[in-house]
């Protein structure tokens, strides 16, 4: 099958689109990965050109040996994906060791992957450990969520619990709640580290004054799930802006029969009494 094709290639194609018409990834900002499965590599092998040079990935994913990943590159534009795929993305293949790459298609003048590879790996890493259905890691830069990191306490809690309450569906979507990674340099191994192990516990990470992390298990839930907490963001800006302080909202015992109605499990730690 010709790569540009296959449905996994357009998948991640449109998905980068998405998140560009939504007004979160401008210039180069945000980046996309996606964990190939064994059937969708072999239809597109013929394509694969293995003689790039072995790079290191600047942290460890023994989990991952042997994967391959469509990943966007380092300062490419997400406007500009759907219209050069393969100078804007590339697909990876991870070493034996889960120590090194090298590229095996795209990114073809002389791209790299994103800076914010040892992030996406980690987390893959760590979501594939718990459910190997996950495959989608998403960074990107939505502007409410990032301009609520400048007023609420940076606690996995308070994010968590005021999102929502924004809207009704937001715990069903996100039940698990929402981690948050105070501000540190991006780019590398450290701040890979502290996000990976809020992926532990949830699927979405905020990274304070820089944007949002989520994986999922395909393009849908994962774009779903950054459209919706983002959805929430704004409407919490929004009030915000209206008033300070809220006249009526969703209850801790609403929280409880909303858990019991939609059979999904509420962590008692985010339905605290204000
Ligand atoms: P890249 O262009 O290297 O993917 O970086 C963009 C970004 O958002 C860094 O956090
Ligand atoms: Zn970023």
Not at 100 to 115: A, E, H, I
Not at 138 to 164: G, S
């Amino acid at each position: 099958m010709k790569m540009l094709e296959a449905e996994f290639m357009k998948g991640f194609i449109r998905m980068a689109n998405d998140g560009w018409e939504q007004g979160w990834h401008e210039r180069n900002g945000g980046n996309l990965s996606y964990r190939i499965k064994a059937e969708e590599i072999d239809s597109v092998r013929d394509g694969l050109r293995p003689d790039g040079v072995w790079q290191p990935i600047g942290t460890s994913v023994p989990g991952l040996a042997g994967e391959y990943f469509l990943v966007t590159g380092s300062g490419k534009y997400f406007r500009n994906v759907m219209h050069d795929p393969e100078d804007s993305i590339g697909i990876i293949e991870v070493d034996g060791t889960g120590e090194n790459y090298r590229k095996v298609w795209g990114l073809v003048n002389g791209g790299r992957p994103t800076s914010e590879l040892p992030s996406h790996l980690m987390n893959l890493d760590v979501k594939k450990k718990r459910d190997g259905k996950y495959r989608v890691v998403y960074h990107c830069h939505a502007t409410n969520l990032i301009a609520l990191t400048f007023v609420l306490p940076l606690k996995d809690e308070v994010f968590t619990r005021e999102l929502w309450e924004m809207a009704t569906e937001c715990p069903v979507v996100f039940p698990d709640g929402i981690g948050v990674v105070e501000w540190m340099v991006p780019g590398g191994r450290d701040i890979a580290v502290a996000t990976s192990r809020l992926m532990e516990n949830y699927d979405v990470a905020v990274w304070a004054h820089h944007g949002m992390f989520c994986a999922g298990e395909d393009f849908d839930l994962t774009f779903g799930l950054a459209h919706t907490v983002e959805k929430a963001a704004e409407i919490l800006v929004k009030m915000l802006s209206m008033r300070p302080d809220k006249r009526q909202t969703i209850t801790p015992q609403n929280f409880r029969d909303l858990a019991a109605a939609f059979q999904v499990e509420l962590p008692e730690q985010f339905l605290y009494e204000k």
